[in-house]
Nanobody
Framework: QVQLVESGGGLVQAGGSLRLSCAAS????????MGWFRQAPGKEREFVAA????????YYADPVKGRFTISRDNAKNAVYLQMNSLNPEDTAVYYC??????????????????WGRGTQVTVSS
């Protein structure tokens, strides 16, 4: 069982930066792939980024490549999403998720077993 709590969301102007954090509970955090997803009003939840258990593998959705960076600290049971050059299209609720995929780093939400409640990110133009 893994419980996830996101933080770090807020209101930022276009071009600004935010760093999201996800605190995880559970002794097996280091064995999970971790992902960030987002859902904008009226849209489906979409993949943002994911990272493997060791932190050596990371994948990004095309809209955020070069602007967002995912990282993790297994000693602190935490995963982060550094978001730079934000634009209004990044406005959404951002969710942290954990996938027990034994080394694979999935991008589909169906493979993630545990989810946080989300943190709101609003980017003003």
């Amino acid at each position: 069982q893994v419980q996830l709590v996101e933080s770090g969301g807020g209101l930022v102007q276009a071009g600004g930066s935010l760093r999201l954090s996800c605190a995880a509970s559970g002794r097996t955090f280091g064995s999970y792939a971790m992902g960030w997803f987002r859902q904008a009003p009226g849209k489906e939840r979409e993949f943002v980024a994911a990272i493997g258990w060791s932190g050596s593998s990371a994948y990004y959705a095309d809209p955020v490549k070069g602007r967002f960076t995912i990282s993790r600290d297994n000693a602190k049971n935490a995963v982060y999403l550094q978001m730079n050059s934000l634009n209004p299209e990044d406005t959404a609720v951002y969710y942290c998720a954990a996938a027990p995929t034994l080394g694979r780093v999935p991008s589909h939400s169906s493979e993630y077993s545990y989810w946080g409640r989300g943190t709101q990110v609003t980017v003003s133009s």
